[in-house]
C-alpha cells in the first residue's frame, strides 16, 4: 500500500521526475569522475611496484618518489642476506634518458628501468616473457603506452636511446605519463652502460622473505643490522608512501576531494529541491491523508521513499554511464580508470547520504500539514 | 501598452514569488557555478603553476639547450654559447643561470628530500622577485642561500639565519622568497654563482641551464632571434619568457590529459546547470499556470509568455552566478593558499565562466518554454 503512494507521487509529472533524475544523476556521476580520476592518480603513480613480487624494499635515506629516488650502495643489498629470512633480493634502478625515432629523428623524454632478471621477483606477465629476450646486449622491452611521438613500436625494431642504438623485444604495458614521455625496461647491464651511471649504486632494492616470515618483523632486524644510509619498506608501505607523495605531497588529492564534495552538494541541493518541491504541491493530499487518520511517520515515510526512488533511478544509470567514461577517458589518455566495486559502493552510499540529507531538510514541511487548512 | 520595463517586473514577480524557493534554486545554480569555476580553475592553475617560473625571468630573450623541451627538463648547454650571443650588437648582458637537484635536509625530520636549486651572479638580478634588493645582498655572503617559503613542508619550516644542510654541507639561510612549487618542482633554493661553485656541484660552471639575454632598448627582438639562431650552432633555443610560458602550458597539456580530465567536469557542471535551470522554470511555470492562464486570456501573445519564461532564465543565471562567484573566490583562495596551484581568477576567465552560465540558463530556459504556452485559460474554470 506505501510504495505505491510514493512511486505514484514521483511518476505523476514524468517530464519532472526526468529532470530531477537526470539532475541527481549527473551529480552522481561528476562523484565518479573525481573518484576515478583521484584512483587513477593513485594507480598511476604506483603502478611499477604493482609489477613486482617482494616482500621488502630498500631505498636510499634521501628517497622522495620514482622521480627523485636518489641511490643507496649496492653493499647493503648483500649485507641484507645476513638476516636469514632473506631469501634473495633483486635490484631495480631508473634514469631518464633520451630516445630517438630514427625516422622522424625526434628525441622524447624517457625513462630507463634496468633490473635484476629474476623470474621469481617479477609479477607482470608480459615482462616476465619478455625477460630472456633483453638478456642480449643492446635489447629493450618497450612500454606501448608511450607517447605517440616514439614513432613505431613493433618489436625487432631499431631505436635509439641515449644516442645508442637498441632492438625492441618485446612490449609491456605501464604509462609513465605522470613522469616522462614513456618508458623502457632493460637488464642492469645494458642499464649501467646506455646510462653510464655508477653500478655501485643502486635506486631500489626488492627482497624476497621466507614465506612464513613476517615482513614487519623482518624490516625491523634490517633496520638495525644496515647502516642508516637506507629506508626499509614493506611492499605495501612502499606502495603507500608512492602515492602519498603525489595524494597529499603534490597534492593532486585536493584538486579531485574539492571536486566530490562539491558535485555531493549540488546533488544533495538538487534532491532537497526535488522533495521539497513535490511536497510543497502536494500539502492537501497529506492533509487529507492526516485527516483520514494517517500517522505523521506514515508521511514522512512517502517523503524518504521518494527520495529514496530519486537517488536509486540516478544511482544506477550514473554508474553505467561512469563505466563508459572511464572507458573512453582510458582509452584517449591511458590513464589508468577502474570502476572498482569499492568505489560503486563507496558512491552508493554518498547517494544515499544525499538522500538522508536532503530527507532531513525536505521533510520539514511535512509536520506542518493541517487538515483544517483544507477547508 | 506592454511596456519593456512591465515584461520584466513579470519576470522577475513570478521568480520572486516563493522566496525560499528561489533562494534554494539559486544556490543550486550557485555550485554548478561552481563547479565550472572548480574545473577551469584547477586547469588553469595546473598550467600557470608549471609555468611560473618563465614569469619570473628578467630578460627579453632565455637561452636554453634545444633539448629543454620544457623548463624543467635538467638539459645544459656549453656556457661558450653565451659569449657568443655577445658578440650581437644589440645584447647588453647574458646572465647564466645554473640548476640543479639536490637533496637538502629537513631541519626538523632529518630526512632528506630533493630541491630544486638555482644559482647566478648575485648582481645580475635574473628573477623578478619584489624583494630583489635584499636577495642580491643576502646572495653576495658565500655560504648564504635564499629559500622559497612557499616550498611544499616536506622541507621543514625553514627561518632567516637558520643553517640548513644541503648534499652534506652546511648554508645558511640568508633570506625568504615566494616562488611556489608545482608537479614538478617541491621546494626551490637560490644561491650566488660563487657559493654554486664553492658547493662543487657536479655541474660545475660550464654548462648551463638558462642564458638570459638583455638587449639595449629599442632592440627588434624577433629579428635579433633569427640573427642569433642563424649564426649560432643548432644545439641552442631561444625563446622570449612569453613564448616559454605558452610552450609550457602546451607542454603540460600534451604530458598530462588535463584537458580531458577537467574538460569532463566542465561539460557535467555544464549539464547539471542546464537540468537545473530547466527544473526551476518548469515548477515555477507549473506553479503559476492560474497566472499565465490568465495573462493568456488577457491577450498577451505567447511570444511575450516565452520572452518572460527567457528573461527568468537570465535573471537566474546573474543570481546564481553572484553567490557562485564569490564561494568559488573563496575557494580559489583557500586551495591556492593549501596546495601552491596559482589560482588566478582573472577578468578573462571570470568573463568566460558568466557566458557559460548565461547559455547554460538558456538552454535550460528554452528546454522549459515550452511548457508556457500549454497555460489554457479554459482551465481555470
Given at each position: 500500500m506505501t510504495i505505491p503512494i510514493a512511486r505514484k507521487n514521483v511518476f505523476q509529472n514524468k517530464k519532472r521526475a526526468a529532470a530531477a533524475v537526470s539532475g541527481i544523476a549527473f551529480s552522481v556521476l561528476l562523484v565518479f569522475m573525481q573518484l576515478g580520476f583521484l584512483q587513477g592518480a593513485r594507480t598511476a603513480a604506483a603502478a611499477l611496484f604493482e609489477r613486482f613480487h617482494y616482500d621488502l624494499g630498500i631505498v636510499s635515506e634521501r628517497y622522495k618518489f620514482i622521480g627523485a629516488p636518489d641511490r643507496f650502495d649496492k653493499m647493503r643489498l648483500t649485507q641484507a642476506l645476513i638476516v636469514p629470512e632473506v631469501e634473495s633480493w633483486m635490484s631495480l634502478n631508473i634514469s631518464n634518458a633520451w630516445w630517438k625515432?630514427?625516422?622522424?629523428?625526434l628525441s622524447s623524454e624517457l625513462m630507463v628501468f634496468g633490473m635484476t632478471?629474476?623470474?621469481?621477483?617479477?609479477?607482470d606477465p608480459a615482462i616476465r616473457s619478455g625477460?630472456?629476450?633483453?638478456?642480449?646486449?643492446?635489447t629493450v622491452l618497450v612500454d606501448t603506452?608511450?607517447?605517440?611521438?616514439?614513432g613505431d613500436l613493433s618489436v625487432g625494431r631499431e631505436v635509439e636511446v641515449n644516442e645508442k642504438t637498441v632492438t625492441i623485444t618485446g612490449q609491456f604495458k605501464l604509462g609513465v605519463s605522470l613522469f616522462s614521455d614513456g618508458c623502457v625496461i632493460v637488464s642492469n647491464d645494458n642499464f649501467f652502460r646506455l646510462t653510464g651511471n655508477d653500478p655501485r649504486e643502486f635506486n631500489y632494492g626488492f627482497l624476497r622473505i621466507d614465506q612464513d616470515a613476517d615482513p614487519q618483523v623482518v624490516k625491523e632486524k634490517l633496520k638495525r643490522i644496515l647502516p642508516n644510509d637506507i629506508l626499509v619498506f614493506t611492499r605495501e608501505e612502499m606502495i603507500q608512501q608512492e602515492q602519498d607523495y603525489f595524494i597529499s605531497v603534490k597534492p593532486v588529492g585536493v584538486i579531485f576531494q574539492t571536486g566530490v564534495v562539491v558535485a555531493f552538494i549540488v546533488g544533495v541541493v538538487i534532491l532537497f529541491q526535488v522533495l521539497n518541491t513535490d511536497i510543497s504541491n502536494r500539502l492537501n493530499e497529506f492533509a487529507i491523508l492526516k485527516a483520514m487518520g494517517f500517522k505523521s511517520w506514515f508521511i514522512y515515510g512517502i517523503g524518504v521513499q521518494q527520495a529514496l526512488l530519486y537517488a536509486l533511478m540516478s544511482y544506477f544509470p550514473a554508474l553505467g554511464f561512469a563505466y563508459i567514461v572511464f572507458k573512453v577517458v582510458h582509452a584517449l589518455s591511458k590513464m589508468p580508470m577502474d570502476l572498482t566495486p569499492a568505489m560503486a559502493l563507496l558512491v552508493f552510499s554518498m547517494s544515499l547520504t544525499m538522500c538522508v540529507i536532503s530527507c532531513i531538510l525536505g521533510l520539514q514541511k511535512v509536520r506542518r500539514t493541517d487538515p483544517a487548512e483544507l477547508y | 501598452m506592454f511596456s519593456s520595463t512591465h515584461k520584466i517586473s513579470v519576470a522577475r514577480k513570478m521568480l520572486l514569488h516563493k522566496k525560499t524557493r528561489l533562494a534554494m534554486s539559486l544556490s543550486a545554480m550557485a555550485f554548478t557555478v561552481v563547479i565550472m569555476l572548480m574545473e577551469m580553475g584547477f586547469f588553469n592553475g595546473i598550467n600557470d603553476s608549471q609555468a611560473r617560473l618563465a614569469t619570473y625571468f628578467n630578460a627579453d630573450l632565455v637561452m636554453m639547450d634545444i633539448?629543454?623541451?620544457?623548463?624543467?627538463?635538467?638539459a645544459t648547454m656549453a656556457r661558450s654559447r653565451l659569449m657568443q650571443a655577445m658578440g650581437f650588437e644589440e645584447v647588453v648582458e647574458v646572465v647564466p643561470v645554473y640548476k640543479g637537484l639536490v637533496g637538502m635536509k629537513n631541519p626538523q625530520t632529518g630526512l632528506t628530500k630533493v630541491i630544486f636549486v638555482m644559482a647566478f651572479?648575485?648582481?645580475?638580478?635574473?628573477l623578478k622577485l619584489p624583494n630583489h634588493e635584499s636577495v642580491r645582498a643576502a646572495l653576495k655572503k658565500q655560504g648564504t642561500v635564499v629559500f622559497d617559503a612557499s616550498s611544499r613542508k616536506i622541507f621543514g619550516k625553514v627561518e632567516p639565519g637558520q643553517d640548513i644542510e644541503i648534499r652534506d654541507r652546511t648554508y645558511r639561510v640568508g633570506g625568504l622568497v615566494e616562488l611556489g612549487p608545482n608537479f614538478s618542482i617541491d621546494g626551490t633554493i637560490l644561491m650566488s654563482d660563487a657559493t654554486w661553485l664553492w658547493g662543487r656541484w657536479e655541474q660545475g660552471s660550464e654548462r648551463v641551464a638558462y642564458g638570459l639575454v638583455r638587449t639595449r632598448p629599442g632592440s627588434d627582438i624577433p629579428a635579433l632571434k633569427q640573427r642569433i639562431l642563424d649564426r649560432l650552432p643548432k644545439d641552442i633555443l631561444l625563446l622570449t619568457p612569453e613564448e616559454i610560458r605558452k610552450r609550457e602550458v602546451l607542454h603540460t597539456i600534451k604530458a598530462v590529459p588535463l584537458g580531458a580530465i577537467f574538460g569532463v567536469g566542465m561539460i557535467i557542471g555544464f549539464i547539471i546547470g542546464v537540468i537545473i535551470c530547466y527544473q526551476i522554470l518548469y515548477n515555477e511555470i507549473t506553479d503559476h499556470m492560474p497566472q499565465y492562464a490568465t495573462l493568456r486570456a488577457m491577450g498577451f501573445s505567447d511570444r511575450f509568455l516565452r520572452k518572460t519564461v527567457v528573461q527568468e532564465a537570465l535573471w537566474l543565471s546573474v543570481l546564481g552566478f553572484i553567490p557562485g562567484l564569490a564561494f568559488g573566490y573563496l575557494l580559489y583562495g583557500m586551495i591556492e593558499k593549501y596546495t601552491g596551484i596559482l589560482m588566478f581568477l582573472t577578468t578573462g576567465r571570470i568573463a568566460l565562466i558568466f557566458c557559460f552560465t548565461i547559455v547554460m540558463c538558456a538552454i535550460g530556459g528554452l528546454i522549459a518554454v515550452k511548457r508556457v504556452t500549454s497555460a489554457d485559460p479554459a482551465s481555470l474554470y
Open positions: 625515432d630514427p625516422d622522424t629523428e632478471l629474476d623470474q621469481r621477483f617479477i609479477k625477460m630472456d629476450g633483453i638478456r642480449k646486449n643492446n603506452y608511450s607517447n605517440p611521438g616514439y | 633539448r629543454s623541451i620544457h623548463l624543467n627538463k635538467y651572479p648575485p648582481d645580475s638580478n635574473p
